[in-house]
């Protein structure tokens, strides 16, 4: 596959944050910041070369709202240049970098074996391939954040099942069993990502997860908790799947939202009997847990 990527010089850290955001949201591969001496060389973004079309008329329509949060962007440089494909790899190993994503977990790269991992945090280690989640987009990172909050409010994680839909690389599959939930089932409809999830768990130890092609569809056992991040389009038709699977009193976690998604996504869920719990939120986008109400 051919790759090219974008650059875009600013010295405004709001600015770089909302642009490496809205890059990720269009499809990139990758995002970094090039650091040179000291100084921001700017945010650079990897995207497939087939969709270089798509990405610059997206790029043209988000310039418009963006100078209008941001003055400063009028003045931006948007630079393209093509990635030779046997550079691809070196190039995507700058993007993907030993990190921290939430308190509790420590992402490093499986190509990495210099960095560090901080001895009081779950270290998780990925290959991505082209499976999606990464670790590095914001509604990864929040509903790691919920799957967190949710392990304290439940006396015996061992005894629980926790359904991971669109696993993709199965980092929150991977997070849920460091925290100790004793049942994981991965699922994801991509066979390429079925594949790249269970070559992470090996990497992870995290070898008792079951990982599967299987469709919801075709799932009769009950959950304790669903963790669900995809798109609203995808929640929308799943969501009497997860009404179907969660136990009463269970607990769904949405992510893949942006904020102004929720009230359409409730319309659905409320009537079937989800009560909205906790929410997190990170620039435009949203991920919140709800519980099922019992029956009367």
């Not at 699977?245 to 009537?271: D, F, M, N, R, Y």
Request: proline share 4%.
């Amino acid at each position: 596959m051919e790759w090219f990527q974008i650059q875009v010089v600013s010295a405004d850290e709001s600015l770089k944050e909302a642009i490496s955001s809205f890059f990720f949201d269009i499809g990139a591969e990758g995002v970094s910041e090039t650091v040179d001496r000291g100084i921001s060389q700017g945010i650079c973004a990897c995207f497939p070369r087939n969709k270089e079309a798509e990405v610059q008329t997206k790029i043209n329509d988000y310039l418009n709202g963006l100078k209008e949060g941001f003055p400063s962007a009028v003045s931006l440089a948007w630079n393209y240049s093509a990635v030779p494909q046997d550079n691809w790899a070196e190039k995507y190993k700058e993007f993907y970098r030993a990190q921290k994503l939430t308190e509790r977990f420590f992402l490093r790269p499986k190509w990495d074996s210099e960095t560090t991992i901080p001895t009081d945090m779950f270290p998780i280690i990925l290959d991505p391939g082209q499976a999606f989640g990464t670790g590095l987009h914001p509604s990864t990172k929040l509903s790691m954040k919920l799957i967190e909050d949710a392990a304290g409010l439940y006396p015996n994680l061992q005894k629980l099942k926790l359904l991971d839909v669109g696993t993709g690389t199965g980092i929150l599959a991977i997070a849920a069993e460091h925290l100790g939930y004793g049942n994981v089932t991965a699922i994801d409809n991509d066979q390429d990502a079925v594949r790249v999830a269970m070559e992470n768990m090996v990497v992870n130890g995290a070898t008792r997860i079951e990982v599967t092609g299987k469709p919801i569809s075709e799932f009769n056992q009950s959950f304790d908790l669903i963790v669900s991040n995809i798109l609203l389009e995808t929640h929308l038709m799943l969501a009497k799947d997860y009404r179907r699977l969660l136990i009463p009193g269970g607990l769904l976690i949405l992510a893949g939202l942006l904020g102004g998604q929720t009230k359409q996504i409730e319309s659905v869920l409320l009537p079937l009997g989800f009560v909205p719990q906790q929410k997190y939120l990170y620039q435009e986008w949203t991920a919140t847990s709800y519980c099922l109400r019992s029956k009367s």
